[in-house]
């Protein structure tokens, strides 16, 4: 009798255990996987950056029959200053699916300090990261490009991707800086002609 009421107290603890890893104290509430966008804005403060794309993604549902689904796709990013860990809450279809630990914050004066320092930066750094770090770009574009998904030998399904360009400019003595997403993603840094004084 002790030996299975043991056994349950520990798979009840790794269960909880599990529970709060999935998840962080935002002030005095806990906010956890599956939580929905108004949870987790009722739960914390408002995050210092997001950003929202949505992808068409191609399922096969049966044999030789696929379909379109449209996933909404948020980012949200959570700085506390230097004493914490920022948090990147990763939003599908408006439900909580990632958490994500980043470095220790920044206080607000410190925010894009880090501009033109590549080290920074890394490839499939969302926007909202970008930011933190390297603070707002001199000119942003977007431009929606249409692409085909080779479904089988004969038949293509279309889905839209958002490529967005945001440009640096650091001064006539630096190279200008262009960083390039693909829906929310970094996927390349550039340098361009050089900059010009502001």
Same mark, same amino acid.
């Given at each position: 009798m002790i030996r299975k009421i043991l056994v349950f107290v520990m798979i009840s603890f790794a269960a909880l255990n599990n529970?709060?890893?999935?998840?962080?104290?935002?002030? @005095?509430?806990?906010?956890? +996987? $599956?939580?929905?966008?108004?949870? /987790?804005?009722? @739960?914390?403060?408002?995050? +210092? $950056?997001?950003?929202?794309?949505? /992808?068409?993604?191609?399922?096969?549902?049966?044999? $030789?029959?696929?379909?379109?689904?449209?996933?909404?796709?948020?980012?949200?990013?959570?700085?506390?200053?230097?004493?914490?860990?920022?948090?990147?809450?990763?939003?599908v279809n408006n439900k909580l699916q990632e958490i994500k630990d980043l470095g220790y914050g920044y206080l607000e004066k410190d925010i894009g300090r880090f501009g033109n320092t590549e080290s920074k930066l890394y490839i499939q750094m969302s926007k909202p990261e970008v930011l933190i770090h390297w603070g707002n770009p001199d000119n942003k574009t977007d431009v929606i490009e249409e692409r085909l998904y080779k479904v089988n030998e004969h038949d293509f399904l279309k889905y839209n991707v958002t490529i967005s360009k945001w440009v640096y400019n650091f001064g006539s003595n630096q190279f200008l800086k262009i960083l390039v997403f693909e829906n929310d993603r970094l996927i390349e840094i550039n340098s361009g002609k050089c900059g010009y004084d502001k």
């Open positions: 529970c709060f890893a999935a998840g962080f104290y935002c002030g @005095k509430n806990i906010v956890a +996987i $599956g939580d929905t966008t108004y949870d /987790v804005s009722m @739960k914390c403060q408002k995050p +210092i $950056g997001t950003d929202s794309s949505e /992808v068409e993604v191609i399922q096969e549902i049966a044999h $030789g029959e696929w379909k379109k689904v449209h996933i909404n796709r948020e980012t949200w990013l959570f700085n506390w200053g230097p004493n914490s860990f920022m948090k990147k809450l990763i939003f």
